[in-house]
């Protein structure tokens, strides 16, 4: 089926996890004439629950695209997990919709999810609609529920239909104005609806002032209901039972009658590459432009790249080219997605969410484009919640290295929020998540994948060394062999630079007693020892080296003599120059409810940490600056979670290196002098 670029509505189903999304999302499909059989989340037989971890765990772990038609609309839909360890994806998702649908509990109410997704669709600029779920459920209390939503987000939360009959049925209070329901009453409601959309258009205040609602035509009345929504004056309530379809066919008529089309909503920032701004029209016309919000590694498709068209139109056989790539990519196959199901289409106009297969040089948030007179066009980067959660990792079975590389690749490909990390000097193959539980998933998912499996423990800290005074260092390199000997003398001095200052290597030599062509070989030798440390086995930084004296033999001297007598004298004055470890340190915001502060307070000073202010945010959370020893927090994302409830969130980022107490450089260099015996 085809259709116009004003018939379609996109959509992400959001919220906290377990208010029924993905029930939702099936009873949706189903009322549209998607499917014709519902799955339960409980069977694992859901269009959204299609990965064997999603059935495992029985709650969705990635978003799922799937649409239907309802009337002339054409409705594209995005079910997200409400979990935050598998946050990426959803917040991804919500880069490709003009509506966000916070999906409430109704026995829960209020959760930290539910201000969590309405905080982040409001950021993006979204049309925010709150649905009420299981409404027909005993003890949900729908009007003290209504209250609470309006006190949390603001009076623009309104409801445009009701629940009636104890919940089993939901009646439009928008266009009509008879009916009974379970509290408040259509005429109420219809009325509070229509005050607060008249005021954002004069010329509709004055006549509904002058005449009434009478002399308003549906279009005025659609266009101010649509400024409101763009402006976040107006956040509709509506009502469900996704288990027995209560309010579902009313849910559809409000997306296709009120909620914003691609032509209507507030399009992402695009820029040109000189920064100004790039003004994007719903145009079928224009050059192409599409963003990828999501990327699949399908076992039987290939590499797959999900994106939103926001202008242009793109057809099989389109030349598109990838971000500033010079090089474009002809469009083989062009997918609309249902799940896991992929359904090829012809075309995808502004609005479609679409796909292509294994094009290789595609990536999450690339931008596709048709014009070669644009060399770069950017889109503004999504902000993403850091992943400090850490594991390193090795393969259980030797000769997998390049397996678990590979398999590692792909699927940060698949989750902006999911990192690897290769660090050289700890040899150490290192991935990111935002918990536990996140990286527990990705790790299960690399072995059913791609059959790679791992051990893992917690990722060594990057320690440094340094020196807090001055010493000098000697050191005579002889050796006979019977031939040609070896030698070389190496007099040096060494002091303390400032926190960052790196590492500086003077020649203070005079009347030629080491001919310049050594001096290399004498700098080669101390970076070889600064590489392996001199108290903990950690890289020394932040010292001047300055070598001034020292002897040579015509015959006998060689650059293997000058690296072993500079690396030699310049451990020799390392330890007479009062060597110290430094840790990082770094800056910690903690975002939490403000019930839990004497506990995360108390926790955060267990950990070395020094507060360093608090910042009450609206809805009641408070956020904590602090910074603390990295080495501390290796287990942070647990703890919060355990003292929060799963409501606490943070971010870290390196703030700089400083001393360990005597305590802790103890601990690190007797666990390293073993090995160093050994050696």
Request: aromatic share 6%; charged share 25%.
């Amino acid at each position: 089926m085809t259709h116009s670029t004003e018939s379609i509505r996109n959509i992400a189903l959001a919220g906290h996890a377990g208010v029924g999304k993905t029930t939702l999302f099936e009873a949706l499909l189903l009322a549209g004439g998607a499917i014709q059989t519902p799955g339960t989340v409980e069977r694992g037989n859901t269009v959204s629950d299609s990965d064997a971890q999603e059935k495992a765990r029985v709650h969705s772990i990635d978003s799922c695209i799937a649409h239907l038609d309802h009337g002339d609309c054409h409705l594209n839909l995005i079910d997200t997990a409400g979990y935050a360890d598998f946050r990426g994806a959803t917040l991804a998702s919500l880069s490709a919709v003009e509506t966000a649908v916070i999906v409430v509990n109704a026995i829960n109410g209020i959760e930290y999810g539910t201000r969590r997704m309405m905080m982040h669709a409001h950021k993006r600029g979204l049309a925010r609609v709150l649905v009420i779920n299981k409404i027909d459920f005993d003890g949900a209390n729908l009007a003290a529920l209504v209250d609470a939503l309006r006190e949390e987000f603001g009076n623009e939360c309104l409801p445009v239909n009701l629940p009636a009959n104890r919940g089993n049925r939901v009646l439009d209070c928008f266009f009509h104005t008879e009916g009974a329901t379970d509290f408040s009453s259509l005429a109420q409601a219809h009325q509070r609806i229509l005050d607060q959309v008249v005021e954002v258009d004069e010329t509709v205040m004055d006549r509904y002032l002058d005449a009434g609602e009478s002399a308003l035509t549906p279009q005025q009345l659609h266009d101010a209901f649509e400024q409101c929504l763009r402006e976040g004056h107006l956040v509709p309530i509506c009502f469900v039972s996704a288990r027995t379809g209560a309010g579902v066919p009313e849910l559809l008529d409000v997306a296709a009658r009120l909620l914003p089309n691609p032509a209507e909503g507030n399009p992402p920032p695009f820029a040109r590459s000189d920064g100004t701004p790039l003004k994007i029209s719903a145009d079928p016309a224009a050059h192409v432009i599409a963003d990828v919000f999501k990327i699949v590694n399908d076992p039987f498709v290939g590499k797959l790249g999900v994106f939103r068209v926001w202008q242009g139109t793109i057809r099989r056989d389109s030349q598109l080219l990838v971000d500033d790539g010079r090089k474009p990519f002809k469009v083989g196959h062009l997918f609309r997605l249902q799940g896991k199901t992929h359904v090829e289409i012809e075309a995808a106009v502004p609005g479609d969410i679409a796909a292509v297969a294994k094009v290789e040089e595609i990536h999450f948030d690339a931008v596709l484009h048709d014009s070669h007179d644009e060399d770069l066009i950017t889109l503004a980067p999504l902000a993403f919640p850091s992943p400090m959660f850490g594991l390193a990792l090795e393969p259980r079975h030797k000769g997998q290295e390049q397996k678990l590389s590979n398999a590692l690749g792909r699927l940060a490909e698949e989750d902006p929020c999911f990192r690897v990390e290769h660090h050289k000097e700890l040899n150490e193959t290192v991935v990111r998540g935002l918990s536990d539980l996140h990286l527990k998933v990705m790790l299960e998912r690399m072995r059913e994948r791609y059959g790679v499996e791992v051990d893992s423990h917690p990722p060594r800290i990057a320690y440094r060394e340094t020196i807090a005074g001055q010493a000098e260092g000697h050191h005579k390199h002889k050796k006979q062999t019977g031939g040609a000997g070896q030698f070389g003398e190496v007099f040096l001095r060494i002091e303390p630079l400032e926190r960052g200052a790196g590492f500086e290597f003077v020649d203070a030599v005079k009347g030629g007693v080491i001919p310049g062509q050594y001096l290399p070989a004498i700098e080669k030798g101390v970076r070889q020892a600064m590489e392996h440390g001199a108290v903990a086995g950690y890289p020394l930084q932040d010292l001047r080296v300055t070598v001034y004296d020292g002897k040579y033999h015509p015959v006998d001297s060689k650059e293997v003599a000058f690296i072993s007598a500079g690396k030699k004298a310049f451990l020799d004055a390392v330890g007479k120059a009062k060597p110290i470890v430094l840790e990082p340190i770094v800056n910690v915001e903690v975002a939490i409810p403000e019930n839990s502060v004497g506990d995360v307070t108390g926790g955060l000073a267990s950990k070395r940490a020094r507060i360093l202010g608090t910042d009450t945010q609206r809805g009641g959370e408070l956020v904590i600056k602090a910074q603390a020893p990295l080495a501390e927090l290796t287990d942070y994302p647990t703890e919060l979670k355990s003292m929060t409830g799963g409501r606490g969130r943070y971010s870290l980022d390196l703030s700089h290196y400083e001393a360990v107490p005597p305590t802790v450089q103890k601990q690190l260099s007797e666990a390293w002098k073993p090995h160093v015996e050994e050696e």
